[in-house]
Each structure stands twice: as structure tokens, then as C-alpha cells.
């Protein structure tokens, strides 16, 4: 096994023992990327600047006082802004835009130890669900079972690619309305979105305010708790930062679940799910129930209207954070003709820089928020999201302490096959995650097996406000009874 | 309710999103089709509910209102398109 294809936990003891420098296993990562280009996982390469992190690394490392993520190799989702790096949310319109800032969570990772590869692919804005959206082009899923080349999923599909291609140990992630959960069920590997308000969102470029956060996307649980750790904790930067103690998650991997009640929402079991979907579902409630939680049917009556709520407040708020890319400040400005004033400014430099979707969402957003239609749509939305929210809080009061749901409604699906679907098709990928989003909470996706086409599933646990924790716990033995360690034929 | 080419064009104009006359029908169609998706919320009771405005039930923290940054003129206008004697360029605006 060569060192690219380690977990965190793993490299972490031998970078501690000295049985490989951090400059030697960054190496090994950066050949792995060179050799992957096909996969389209990583759109800027760093590797200068990984390798001077590595130098520190190893020194930090020598010094003994290291802490655990010092060293490790990672890729980072392109809409975190990365000092001096290109950082443009896989759009045209952020082209040539170089931070001169660094987001708390790279900042964080940094601080630690960790060394930056690259960027990584994505949806562009992170508004999709395939990686297919992105200016940089299709990112590729590793997983391959016929002539077709597969989504990753999205947004966050380069991430999921690279970590299930072993081009880094981990990636950084966002998710607004599934965009870690979903790529990483996709790919085979864990991709945890923390509580709402647990990471900083200070330099990540703004989608949905109220339901972006950032995540870790890993090979294992005990690796996502490990760089959880890293990521999380208060930002005065970030005025919706919670300010409360991050507990130690790599400590609550106990594996004891006995007496706790996990809930199976029936409204999850939808219509015209495949049965490999739903045979996958029962397996994993039985690997809960053998490993002594108590398993309980539970509603939550509103899920269905999850995903009409979020497709009008995603758009929404992205229609307010987008108006920012206006061709004055940063990124593309259109070349124009004789005579065009200010508004033809605009309109040209955004109508070159977004793409379709983009263009469509913040259209659909700023529909909803305009003056007759604020009432019908968009104050609805958010009346319903309390609903939502609110079944999840008397699930929790009536004393379930996590929820068991798919992670999604299919497996990966081949990249072109939805081009020309009616945009509504694609966000369904969403049904079973948006839920989350919209009540704040944590939610993992865990790979837990195979489907007859030999292409992997995952299930999806969802937990109480601020308890990643206890979350990851049940995460860890789902994941050490399932026993999932496929891996994509490599034919890149 | 289906947009017509009529709202579609006061969107995109609302937007500052440039859209030719040809590709308004389409736009028209795709708003139509997501709005429609939308129009499941009308089946909800929502009688009595209070619309959510923060996820997390916490106070927005405050800190003293006083200047905590600045003198970083160079770095603001690094990535401007057009930036000249530090200002940000635009074409000129006659109202």
C-alpha cells in the first residue's frame, strides 16, 4: 500500500514514529495527482506550497509536539478562499481571483499542520449534483462499472473523487442541501456536515447562508473525526459561529450504543425507491439493533415538502449573496461595446460569467423575494422549514437519540445522462438530505455496501443539534459492522 | 403559476442577468417547471407557524463598534477589474 492510500489515523502514528516524513507522503500524493488527471478531481495544483508545508510539518513533527492532522496531505473544495491560490467557486465569473485573505477553516487546517495539494472540483457555486455545472469541466467518479464515466456527485464531487481515488487522505467539503453527504455516498467514502453554526463559514464563498456549512470528507469515520476536530469550534469572524466547547470526537468512538434509540422515519421510504436501496436500509438498522440500539419507527410528516422549501430559500439567499459579482471587484468584467453604461456592465459580465443553472437559481430567487411573491413563496418557505424543524425536535424530545435514513435515492448515474432532464429531476437527488439543511443539524453518510452493478451505497445517520460526537459514534459502528472496504478499480 | 416571456424578461432584467429575446421562452419554461415544484408548500397548514429566521436559537453575538481592520487599500483593490489612483473603475454613470 503506498502512503497516498492511508487513512488520517493511520499516517498520523507514522508521521509520529518517523516511519515517513510528511515531505515523503505529501510526495506521494502529488505523484498520485499527476497521475490522475483523467478523474479532473484537482483544477490548481499546489504543489510548492504543499511541500514547504510539509518541510514545516516535518520539523513541527521532529519538535515532538505535533498535533494530529501536522503533516497530513489535503485537497481543498475550490470555494474555500485560499491566500494568494486561485479560489473561484468553479465559476467564470470568479476567473483570475486570487484571496488576499485565508478562510478560518484552511486557516485552522493549516495552523495544524495540514498541507494543501490543491483545489478541488465542484459544482459551480456549489448548485448541483453531479459536479456538471462546473467551468472547470466534469469531475469523474473513480468508480466505474461499464464504458460510462460517472458523476462523482456534487457539489462537492472533486473532493469525493479524490479521496476515493487516494490523490489525498482527506478533503475538505460544504453542504447546503447535501452537497458533501450525497458525493460522498457516491464514491464509497464518509462526509460528515456538521450542526449548523460548529465550522466557520468566514472565507467560504456565501451559497445558501443559512444552511451552508463545511465538512470533512474521509475515508473512515475515526478520520472524519479527526479533522472535524481540526475544523470546528467559535469564529468571531462568523457571527453565527456557536460558541460552545468542541467535545474531543476522536474520544467518543466507544462503539457503545446499547439502549440508544435510533429512529426510522417512515416518510423516507419513498415511492418507487429501488429495492437495493431499501434491502440496504434494513441491513443497517439490523446492524444497529445487533450492536444493541433500540430501533424505533418515527414520523417526521413534513420531509416531503423539504425539498420545494429549500428550492425556494437556496435560490433566495443565493440570489442575495450573488449580487456581489458585478464585474467592479473582483473577477470577470465583460469587454463592452460603444455607448454601454453601469447596467449593461452588469448584465453582460453576469451573463458571461454564471453559468446556466447559476443564472437559473438566482432568476428563481430573485422571483421569489420580489414584491408580490415574498408572501407566496419565500415567507411559505421559511414557515414550513419550521415545521421541518420542528418534527425533528419532537423526535428528539420523545427521546431518539440519532435517525437511520438512505444517503441517497440511487447510486452514481453516468455524467451527461441527466443533461436533458427538466432541472427538477436533478435536485431530487437532494430528497433525502435537504431535511438536514433545513433543521440545522449533523448528518453523516457512510458507505455501507455495494449495489448488484458493484457500485457503492450509503446510509445516512442523523443527529441531535451539537452532537457530532455521539453522531460519529454511531457512524464508526455502522461502518466496522458493515465491513466496507472496496475500493474503485484503478483505470486512470 | 407559469411565468410568461413577459416575467421572465422583468426577472432576468431584475437579476442584471442578460437574456436574449430567442432564450427567453426556454428560461420562461424552466422557471415555470421549478415554480410549479413549489407549488406543493400550498398543501401545508401554516397557520399560526412563525417563518424561521435563524436555524440555531442563539443571539447574534455583539462586539463594541469600533474599527478592527483597515490602511489595506492595495489588497481591496488587488482583484479589481479596472481599479485606478485607488478607486474601483466603472463606466461612467449618468443618470
Known amino acids: ?492 | 403559476m407559469a411565468i410568461d416571456i413577459d416575467t421572465a424578461r422583468k426577472v432576468a432584467k431584475l437579476a442584471r442577468i442578460r437574456v436574449e429575446e430567442a432564450d427567453l421562452p426556454r428560461l420562461a419554461g424552466q422557471l415555470s417547471g421549478i415554480l410549479g415544484f413549489m407549488e406543493q408548500l400550498n398543501e401545508v397548514d401554516v397557520t399560526g407557524v412563525e417563518p424561521m429566521t435563524s436555524v440555531t436559537p442563539m443571539r447574534l453575538k455583539r462586539r463594541a463598534d469600533v474599527v478592527t481592520d483597515g490602511n489595506i487599500q492595495a489588497q481591496v483593490l488587488k482583484n479589481a477589474p479596472d481599479a485606478r489612483e485607488g478607486f474601483f473603475a466603472v463606466p461612467k454613470v449618468v443618470e
Request: some cysteine.
Open chain 1, 1 to 492: 500500500m503506498s502512503a497516498n492510500q492511508w487513512t488520517i489515523a493511520a499516517a498520523r502514528d507514522a508521521l509520529r514514529k518517523g516511519e515517513i516524513s510528511a515531505v515523503d507522503l505529501t510526495m506521494s500524493c502529488l505523484t498520485a495527482i499527476d497521475a490522475g488527471d483523467a478523474l479532473n478531481a484537482f483544477v490548481h495544483k499546489t504543489p510548492e506550497i504543499a511541500l514547504e508545508q510539509a518541510r514545516a510539518a516535518d520539523a513541527r513533527l521532529a519538535s515532538g509536539a505535533a498535533p494530529a492532522m501536522c503533516g497530513i496531505p489535503l485537497g481543498i473544495k475550490d470555494l474555500f478562499c485560499t491566500r494568494g491560490v486561485p479560489s473561484q467557486a468553479a465559476s467564470n465569473i470568479l476567473q483570475g481571483f486570487r484571496p488576499e485573505y485565508e478562510s478560518t477553516v484552511t486557516a485552522k487546517l493549516f495552523e495544524a499542520g495540514a498541507v494543501m495539494l490543491g483545489k478541488l472540483n465542484m459544482d459551480e457555486f456549489a448548485m448541483g449534483s453531479s459536479n456538471e455545472t462546473s467551468a472547470y469541466g466534469n469531475a469523474v467518479n473513480p468508480w466505474k462499472v461499464d464504458d460510462r464515466m460517472l458523476t462523482p456527485g456534487g457539489s462537492s464531487g472533486g473532493s469525493a473523487s479524490a479521496v476515493a481515488a487516494d490523490l489525498c487522505l482527506a478533503a475538505t467539503g460544504t453542504d447546503t442541501g447535501g452537497s458533501i453527504r450525497q458525493p460522498a455516498a457516491f464514491t464509497g467514502i464518509v462526509g460528515i456536515k456538521p450542526t449548523y453554526g460548529r465550522v466557520s463559514r468566514w472565507g467560504i464563498v456565501a451559497f445558501a447562508s443559512s444552511l451552508d456549512q463545511a465538512g470533512p470528507m474521509t475515508k473512515t469515520v475515526r478520520d472524519a473525526a479527526i479533522m472535524l476536530q481540526a475544523m470546528a469550534g467559535h469564529d468571531p469572524k462568523d457571527s453565527t459561529s456557536a460558541d460552545i466547547p468542541v467535545p474531543d470526537f476522536e474520544a467518543a468512538l466507544t462503539d457503545d450504543i446499547r439502549g440508544r434509540v435510533i429512529g426510522i422515519p417512515r416518510e423516507y421510504r419513498m415511492d418507487g425507491m429501488p429495492a437495493e436501496i431499501e434491502a440496504l436500509w434494513s441491513r443497517g438498522i439490523e446492524m444497529l439493533r445487533d450492536a444493541g440500539a433500540e430501533v424505533r419507527d418515527i414520523s417526521l410528516p413534513h420531509t416531503k415538502y423539504a425539498l420545494p422549501a429549500y428550492y425556494v430559500i437556496a435560490p433566495a439567499e443565493a440570489s442575495s449573496n450573488l449580487a456581489r459579482y458585478d464585474g467592479v471587484r473582483y473577477g470577470h468584467r465583460a469587454k463592452l461595446a460603444a455607448g454601454d453604461g453601469i447596467t449593461e456592465m452588469y448584465e453582460k459580465t453576469r451573463a458571461e460569467g454564471f453559468g446556466p443553472e447559476v443564472q437559473r437559481r438566482i432568476m428563481v430567487g430573485t422571483y421569489v423575494l420580489s414584491a408580490g411573491f415574498y408572501d407566496a413563496y419565500y415567507n411559505r418557505a421559511r414557515k414550513v422549514r419550521s415545521l421541518i424543524k420542528r418534527d425533528f425536535d419532537l423526535a428528539f424530545e420523545a427521546g431518539v437519540d440519532a435517525i437511520l435514513t438512505p444517503a441517497t435515492p440511487s447510486a452514481a448515474f453516468g455524467l451527461g445522462e441527466m443533461a436533458d432532464a427538466d432541472p427538477v429531476q436533478m435536485y431530487l437527488n437532494d430528497v433525502f438530505t435537504v431535511t438536514v439543511n433545513l433543521a440545522g443539524l449533523p448528518g453523516i453518510a457512510v458507505p455501507v455496501g455495494l449495489d448488484a452493478q458493484g457500485l457503492p451505497l450509503g446510509l445516512q445517520l442523523i443527529g441531535r443539534p451539537w452532537d457530532e460526537a455521539q453522531l460519529l459514534n454511531y457512524a464508526h459502528v455502522l461502518e466496522s459492522r458493515a465491513g466496507f472496504v472496496a475500493k474503485a478499480d484503478k483505470w486512470w
